[in-house]
């Protein structure tokens, strides 16, 4: 089945440390994007990218990196300059006016 | 980043009863979106709206996109436990005009079911 897969599902971080979320797609979508929600609240926008090779700054990038070398593949590393980092981590993939498909999340906690 | 104003914040109702939700928004969208989230998951698409006016049910679930093209609202009847979780509306702009695909969503709906 095609679909959007993050991992791991649970990531513990210490202070200090650069941790790197991943997110793959089989879906073929051209547009993937990540997003950050802390508890009971919305959805805001870290990065996004809309072809291989080329990513943008969302809302809130301040402390996040991506890369996109492979159409499949939207990596997000968390670095030591995010200071409050713990929240719940959504990867999306789009391809046109049919909405996004989401992974399932990745929960990162600062320990 | 704008966010879409949807309300209400959070509601409590009891199993059976009938839910509402609205969403507005001060810029035009071409296409309106309804996600529901599961505690600890991914949104999951839930009804898509493509023309103003146009309504659309996926089971006891019906949505409908504005007529002016600023707002949207869905209902889900007779609320059942498995309706628990939070809901979100999202806009997304005209296509294919490169970077309209990305979604504005709105501040989420959270439905809780009192037993």
């Known amino acids: 089945d095609g679909g959007i897969t993050q991992s791991p599902k649970y990531l513990f971080r210490k202070e200090g440390q650069n941790v790197t979320l991943s997110c793959e797609q089989n879906?073929?979508?051209?547009?993937m994007y990540w997003y950050r929600q802390d508890p009971g609240q919305g959805l805001r926008l870290i990065y996004y990218?809309?072809?291989?090779?080329?990513?943008q700054k969302g809302d809130i990038a301040e402390g996040y990196s991506v890369s996109r070398e492979k159409k499949e593949s939207f990596p997000l590393t968390v670095t030591s300059a995010q200071k409050n980092p713990t929240a719940f981590y959504l990867c999306?993939?789009?391809?046109?006016?049919?909405?996004?498909?989401f992974g399932s999340g990745t929960r990162l906690t600062v320990v | 980043g704008q966010q879409l104003n949807q309300s209400p914040q959070s509601m409590f109702i009891q199993e059976g009863e009938d839910v509402s939700m609205n969403c507005t928004s001060s810029s035009i969208f071409n296409t309106w979106l309804w996600y529901k989230q599961d505690p600890g998951e991914g949104p999951v698409l839930l009804i898509a709206l493509y023309k103003a006016g146009e309504l659309t049910s996926n089971g006891r679930l019906t949505a409908q996109f504005g007529i002016t093209r600023k707002d949207s609202f869905l209902n889900i009847s007779a609320s059942i436990p498995s309706d628990v979780g939070i809901y979100f509306c999202a806009g997304q702009g005209a296509l294919p005009n490169f970077g309209n695909e990305k979604l504005t969503f709105g501040t989420g709906t959270r439905l809780t079911i009192i037993p």
């Open positions: 990218s809309q072809i291989v090779n080329d990513f």
């Open positions: 999306a993939a789009s391809d046109g006016p049919y909405g996004y498909t």
């Open positions: 879906l073929n979508h051209d547009a």
